[in-house]
């Protein structure tokens, strides 16, 4: 018996069992999954947010910025508003904590109201702020709530540069 026009039913499609976003989901739970296994094989405990930083780093601010050098001298200028900066050859030394303490040494440069004066000393710390960058701290010595911020470059607008 011959039937013209007649074919057999091929099988429905098989549909996935999942929509697409339950496995874009899945994957994204398998590689933090790989990644935590590996950041425990490797000793890591946190994936850092930013890049490590030292008093040795450039650092910057609105009206301020400062360089140490591995010598224990540096360069550090401070102002207030467009008129009143002055610029000062420093020395450091690394106090038994986490911080350093800055003492102004020769000012080389003056442009107003001064700044500071021979021998004002600061303890500067690293520590992050809220948004987890690292900043350095200044705390004047000898003066109640001062402190002066510094930014890494890439992190600047955090200290209004």
Not at 109 to 129: E, F, L, S
Request: hydrophobic letters at 40%; a positive charge.
């Amino acid at each position: 018996m011959h039937t013209y026009g007649i074919r057999a039913a091929k099988a429905p499609r098989r549909r996935c069992e999942h929509p697409p976003h339950e496995r874009i989901h899945a994957a994204v739970r398998a590689l933090a999954g790989i990644l935590a296994a590996a950041a425990a094989l490797l000793g890591a405990t946190a994936i850092a947010s930013a890049d490590p930083v030292t008093f040795l780093d450039k650092w910057v601010g609105h009206d301020r910025s400062m360089q140490l050098s591995s010598d224990s001298t540096g360069t550090l200028v401070i102002g207030s508003g467009a008129m009143d900066t002055d610029q000062w050859g420093v020395t450091w030394k690394q106090n038994p904590s986490d911080s350093i303490t800055i003492t102004l040494a020769s000012l080389t440069a003056r442009g107003g109201q001064p700044q500071g004066h021979v021998g004002d000393q600061y303890i500067a710390t690293i520590q992050p702020n809220s948004a987890a960058q690292q900043l350095l701290y200044m705390h004047k010595v000898g003066a109640q709530g001062q402190v002066i911020t510094f930014c890494p470059p890439g992190a600047a607008s955090a200290c209004g540069a």
